[in-house]
C-alpha cells in the first residue's frame, strides 16, 4: 500500500459515488472502494456506498456489520479494500480525526468537499507519519 502513487476510478464509480454524496446533503457521506494494486498504481473495481452511521455533518463512520459485510464482497470477488471516500463541508485535506483514522486504516484515503463531490483528492498516510499525497486519476 506504501507504493502506491496514483489511484484510478472509472468515471461510472465516480458518478455512484457522487449521487451517494449528493443523496447524503448536508451530511458527510462515505463510499469504499474494492480494487487491484498493481505496482505504484490502485485499479478502482467496486463502490459501495454505505450510510453515514453519525448523520452528521463533520464526522461519518459506518455501522460494523455492514463494514464486514463489505470487506466479505469485496474479498468474494477477489478484490481488496484499496480506498475510503468521504467528503468534508470544508477544503478536501484530512482533518486531525481522520488522521487518527488512517493510521489504522492504511489505505488510500479520497476526500471531496461537499460542494465538489466529484473532485477527490487523494491521501496515503504512511508509517512514519508523512502524509502522501496521491494522484486521482478519472478514467472514462
Ligand atoms: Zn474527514
Avoid: C
Avoid at 464486514?68 to 484530512?94: F, R, S
Amino acid at each position: 500500500m506504501e507504493k502506491i502513487s496514483t489511484i484510478v476510478l472509472p468515471r461510472k464509480l465516480l458518478e455512484k459515488i457522487v449521487f451517494h454524496a449528493q443523496k447524503a446533503l448536508p451530511n458527510e457521506s462515505v463510499s469504499i472502494i474494492g480494487g487491484k494494486i498493481e505496482g505504484e498504481t490502485a485499479h478502482s473495481k467496486v463502490v459501495f456506498t454505505p450510510e453515514n452511521e453519525d448523520r452528521s455533518q463533520v464526522t461519518f463512520s459506518v455501522d460494523p456489520i455492514t463494514l464486514l459485510d463489505i470487506y466479505k464482497k469485496i474479498e468474494q470477488q477477489g478484490l481488496k479494500l484499496i480506498a475510503i471516500y468521504h467528503t468534508h463541508p470544508a477544503a478536501p485535506k484530512p482533518s486531525g480525526t481522520d488522521l487518527f483514522y488512517m493510521e489504522v486504516n492504511p489505505y488510500v484515503w479520497l476526500i471531496s468537499s461537499t460542494s465538489e463531490p466529484e473532485r477527490p483528492q487523494g491521501y496515503l498516510l504512511l508509517k512514519d507519519g508523512t502524509l502522501k499525497k496521491i494522484t486521482v486519476k478519472i478514467t472514462n
